[in-house]
């Protein structure tokens, strides 16, 4: 009887996890090239509108609430949708669903700790994360078979430090070795440290690209630009500041800066170094992303070296612990 009455109450814990996990919702604001703009922190929005179901944008589908706000800058979309089903969207946008099991649970949970703690650091707002690189890629409802597999066997599971969840900051791939996140974000984490990798296996590992004086000038809104060279460099050896030579002075310039007006694709990260010719620079670099905390290419390497999911976060998180997220 005391068994039977120990796997009644056993289950019964159980089901209430799994029934607290499917109620656990995120609001994620849609942000593409249609919809590029983030609500101002002032800015005076009024509702328009809401659904329940699937909406179709430019061809994307949404599925779950939708709200429709109007704000002085434009329209927003606001898709309220169960965590667990925009993790597995999230994953299936993020990375490609053939790479290896191990990789694909690696990003699982960082991508289920990095909406958390972005949802709780959010408060009232009126959304908890955006879709784009601004937070983490959400491209709508995107079912995989494998990808959902991976989802559904970490369910809940989180990464942590003093029993919170982290600033879970990833990136596709550092070219060697991660950047501290000081240099990126402005502010350390005990969790986030720079930490030698290996990324060949990422069509990122080395790039080059070469851009004319005249599309750079039009990005920054600096007219008759003569030359550009690198001011400095961070901990890693990333660029940190450039030298922006005009007729009449010389203006500095994060790199960090210059590569998000330049665009995140056109130049895909800050490790690089810099050659001019007539009107043409050339940039030859390693990597794509900011480089704080987990490689995704590095992750997958590692999983196929024959590494499971949870050595390779501690790897690129130490001091953490993997636990299950007290869901409301």
Known sequence: MKKLLFFISSFIVLLSFTNAIASEKIKVLIVNEYYPNIPL?????????NMKGTLLVMGTKYTGDIEVWKGDNGLYIINELPLEEYIKDVVAAEVSSDWDMEALKAQAVVSR???LYQKKISGDSLYHIASSVLHQVYKGNNPDARIAYAVEKTKGEIITYDNSPIAAFYHSTCGGRTENPEEVFGKGYPYLKSVETKCDLSPYSEWERSIDIKEIEKALNIPLIKD???SSYTSTNRVKELNIMTDSNILKIPATEFRKTIGWS????TNFSINKDNNTIFFEGKGYGHGVGMCQWCALKM???????KEILSYFYPGTIIKLYEYR
């Open 228 to 230: 550009i060279s690198i």
């Open 41 to 49: 922190k002032n800015e005076k929005i009024e509702k328009l509108g």
């Open 113 to 115: 700790t990095y909406a």
């Open 303 to 309: 999983a196929r070296e024959g590494k499971n999911y």
């Open 266 to 269: 056109r130049l895909p990260s």
